[in-house]
């Protein structure tokens, strides 16, 4: 792993985004920083989880079978902006829409390690920064960066959220891959090994089996 943030962190653009393969991509933004900027307060955190969605093929999908709503018409948008849906009604769920616009693939944030902005991360969740369910799994992450349903559909390269490359990569043998998490009614598709989360941190969802 290479953990040494760079002098000139980049923002990612679209065309990074646009990448049909959205299982590289959720490997990839693993170590990539996650930013919010919201009423001229700062957080962001490092992506330690992520979940592949591969849109109208995946029955775990929301998109699954070529399915547009008011809700998943934001998938199909091209690479490169926010998918923000309420689960349960209670958890603000942040995707990052990839690939081309009309291919609904998306990919879940599952945990953050905070980075910047701790203290407002604390005052969101109600929670100490050194305790990783401040921002273990995708309603707590979201949460502590301030993500709400006012953030779907943003642009994904503008100054409210972001995302930024800051060096930091890991190699095969350091990324778990397993199925995902709260999908059993996607039958075969709720086995493929699409949650992916970095060996050993503790910003993790439960349960974190490997």
């Known amino acids: 792993m290479s953990a040494s943030p760079k002098n000139n962190p980049e923002k990612l ?44 093929t995946d029955k775990a999908s929301h998109a699954y079978g070529g399915k547009r709503t008011n809700r998943t018409e934001t998938m199909y948008s091209e690479g490169g902006v926010s998918y923000v849906y309420l689960c349960y009604g209670i958890h603000h769920l942040f995707n990052v829409v990839t690939s081309v616009a009309g291919e609904p693939h998306a990919i879940l ?28 799994g995708p309603g707590s992450a979201a949460k502590a960066l301030g993500i709400d349903r006012s953030f779907n559909q943003k642009d994904l390269t503008g100054e ?25 009614y996607a039958q075969e598709d709720s086995l493929l090994p699409w949650r992916f989360f970095i060996k050993g941190t503790k910003y993790v969802s439960k349960p974190n089996k490997i």
């Open 13 to 56: 653009q679209f065309s990074y985004y646009q990448n049909q393969d959205v299982l590289f991509l959720a490997k990839d933004l693993l170590g990539k920083v996650l930013f919010t900027q919201i009423n001229g307060e700062l957080t962001a955190g490092i992506i330690t989880e992520t979940e592949a969605y591969f849109g109208v």
């Open 160 to 184: 409210e959220i972001w995302i930024e490359n800051h060096g930091i990569r890991y190699n095969t043998h350091e990324i778990v891959s397993t199925p995902r998490i709260g999908v059993a």
């Open 109 to 136: 944030i599952r945990s953050i390690e905070p980075f910047i902005g701790k203290d407002i991360m604390e005052i969101r969740r109600k929670i100490p920064s050194t305790k990783a369910a401040i921002s273990s």
